[in-house]
T-cell receptor, first 110, second 115 residues
Framework: DAKTTQPNSMESNEEEPVHLPCNHS???????IHWYRQLPSQGPEYVIH???SNVNNRMASLAIAEDRKSSTLILHRATLRDAAVYYC???????????FGTGTRLTVIP | NAGVMQNPRHLVRRRGQEARLRCSPM?????VYWYRQLPEEGLKFMVY????????ESGMPKERFSAEFPKEGPSILRIQQVVRGDSAAYFC?????????????FGPGTRLTVL
């Protein structure tokens, strides 16, 4: 399984932007970058995914480095409901599952 | 459109008993995935099923664990003769198509406690 590296934890103030980094230096050309988050006592929730270009949706933005060895999930305005563990996952074409690491635990401070 | 449903949400078993976990995928989804999450760890893939077929069970322990996804009804993850190490949260996910073209939608999980 392709490896990603994320900080164990991060803090953000409410209503400020949050940038969650992810390193994936061994990414191969056809690996997609997925982000999921898991709120306390819930199942993971899809956030966003991309291949090469930056992506935006109603939940977040995904900025992918030009060499694709790193990416950043951007929450434009953190709310208390965004407090969760965020997982950066590389999905390889043909794989049957997502490989979850330990993720980044985001704390949002009121 | 209801999301992925799992039941029971909490299950307590004594060592040696059987645990049966059920997962109903989202409407129109024919791909089901089971994951296990130990305390303070990330999710670990167990098995991937399509209707009536096991596609990939590489993450499932060879003994005591089995999974099925019948033509009618929910997917079942069955753990026989449970041990304390089986205590974990078990999550089911579903997708309409294979992962190339679709994302996974997760249920709320079943928290199994083995006494």
């Amino acid at each position: 399984d392709a490896k990603t590296t994320q900080p164990n934890s991060m803090e953000s103030n409410e209503e400020e932007p949050v940038h969650l980094p992810c390193n994936h230096s061994t990414i191969s050309g056809t690996d997609y970058i997925h982000w999921y988050r898991q709120l306390p006592s819930q199942g993971p929730e899809y956030v966003i995914h991309g291949l090469t270009s930056n992506v935006n949706n109603r939940m977040a933005s995904l900025a992918i480095a030009e060499d694709r060895k790193s990416s950043t999930l951007i929450l434009h305005r953190a709310t208390l409901r965004d407090a969760a563990v965020y997982y950066c996952i590389l999905w390889k074409t043909g794989a049957n599952n997502l490989f979850f690491g330990t993720g980044t635990r985001l704390t949002v401070i009121p | 459109n209801a999301g992925v449903m799992q039941n029971p949400r909490h299950l307590v078993r004594r060592r040696g008993q059987e645990a049966r976990l059920r997962c109903s995928p989202m409407k129109g989804h024919s791909h089901v995935y089971w994951y296990r999450q130990l305390p303070e760890e990330g999710l670990k893939f167990m098995v991937y099923l399509q209707k009536e077929n096991i596609i990939d069970e590489s993450g499932m322990p060879k003994e005591r664990f089995s999974a099925e996804f019948p033509k009618e009804g929910p997917s079942i993850l069955r753990i026989q003769q449970v041990v304390r190490g089986d205590s974990a949260a078990y999550f089911c996910a579903s997708s309409r198509d294979r992962l190339e073209t679709d994302t996974q939608y997760f249920g709320p999980g079943t928290r199994l406690t083995v006494l």
